[in-house]
């Protein structure tokens, strides 16, 4: 194992997100090779500073046998996840994974297990549970402030068209995972981090309305927490009057009290207020937060492995949210049966 200083990470996906990512990991380690298929997002990534003197390769085969390295950074598709995290777990290199973990429950069982027989550390990246206006939230619900969460609703009804999904794998449920994968898994995550584990998911499709997409693109669940607490996401994809990140405002009924976010392109702020007080507080957060998830994953996921410090997120989180999405899937295909939790029991036990 290397230094702390010398920690060394290949840097598997290339497209829009993994050399973002790699800024904040170069904060604690050195991002010594780089893979994608694709050869011109491998020139795109060698052309950034920051990655200008990584080894580059375009399987990610070739960049795991080459050695030399002590961690992976997994930023390929979802569909390519599984694949990739096992084999880097059996050479022996630690795996940060980019949400979300994969497409289905068994194949993040299929992961940790693989991690787990080498004694490889695994995180997954979700990084809306530690943006500061989000994480302000859940510390709202503290007893002494607003009590525990008694029920959630977040309509997330945005216009996606800016995105340009068609044709590409996001659109297809059997390489992406289905809707939740690219419009909720967000949210999804941060409704276990207010209200733990889920005990039930009942959920229901709308029509079809946007012909790109290979599943029905209109969702609604409502998931039963063990704690008591009910938390519903409405996702559509074709509304007009929200961009993606004005959709994503969470309302919170609270043991004492009540809170709401109003989240703009700018700025958030968030809205509560207890039972026995008179005015509302508003709190403005201009700081979006992005930098502070992004540092903080990456730090401590080279801390995790170095020192056996306690990481902001393992590979839990990720299997867990997994299970909420395909779970909501189970139950709309179904007609809205209740679908209870553990969804897979026998891999929970093996």
């Known amino acids: 194992m290397s230094t702390k200083s010398e920690f060394r990470v290949g840097l598997i996906g290339c497209g829009s997100f993994g050399p973002e990512f790699a800024r904040y990991l170069r904060e604690v380690a050195d991002v010594v090779a780089i893979c994608d298929p694709s050869e011109q997002h491998v020139q795109a990534a060698l052309a950034k500073d920051e990655l200008n003197q990584a080894r580059p390769y375009t399987d990610y085969r070739q960049l795991i046998a080459a050695g030399g390295l002590d961690a992976v950074a997994v930023t390929a598709p979802n569909f390519a996840h599984c694949e990739i995290v096992c084999a880097a777990a059996d050479a022996g290199l630690h795996v940060y994974c980019e949400k979300a973990m994969a497409r289905t429950v068994p194949e993040c069982w299929q992961m940790v297990n693989a991690c787990r027989q080498n004694n490889v550390k695994l995180m997954v990246g979700h990084k809306r549970r530690l943006r500061p206006p989000w994480a302000r939230m859940i510390e709202l619900t503290n007893d002494s402030i607003l009590g525990q969460p008694l029920a959630i609703s977040v309509t997330e009804y945005a216009d996606m068209r800016p995105y340009d999904y068609a044709g590409t794998w996001w659109t297809k449920g059997d390489l992406g995972g289905g809707l939740f994968h690219l419009h909720g898994v967000h949210v999804i995550d941060w409704f276990r981090a207010m209200c733990g584990d889920v005990r039930r998911v009942t959920a229901v499709h709308g029509p079809n309305h946007d012909s790109i997409y290979e599943y029905r693109d209109i969702l609604h669940a409502t998931f039963e927490f063990h704690s008591g607490a009910v938390a519903s996401i409405h996702a559509s994809m074709l509304f007009p009057l929200h961009k993606f990140r004005e959709s994503q405002g969470p309302w919170i009924q609270c043991q004492h009290g009540g809170l709401m976010m109003v989240p ?70 179904s007609g809205g049966t209740a679908i209870e939790f553990p969804l897979y029991p026998e891999l929970e036990a093996g």
């Open 264 to 333: 703009t392109m700018d700025y958030i702020d968030i809205h509560w207020q207890r039972l026995d007080e008179d005015e509302p507080h508003v709190e403005r957060f201009d700081d979006l937060g992005f930098d502070h998830a992004f540092s903080l994953e990456a730090h401590d996921f080279v801390h995790w492995v170095t020192e056996d410090r306690q990481p902001c997120l393992t590979w839990v989180e990720g299997l867990r949210c997994v299970e909420m999405m395909e779970a909501a899937y189970r139950s709309a295909q």
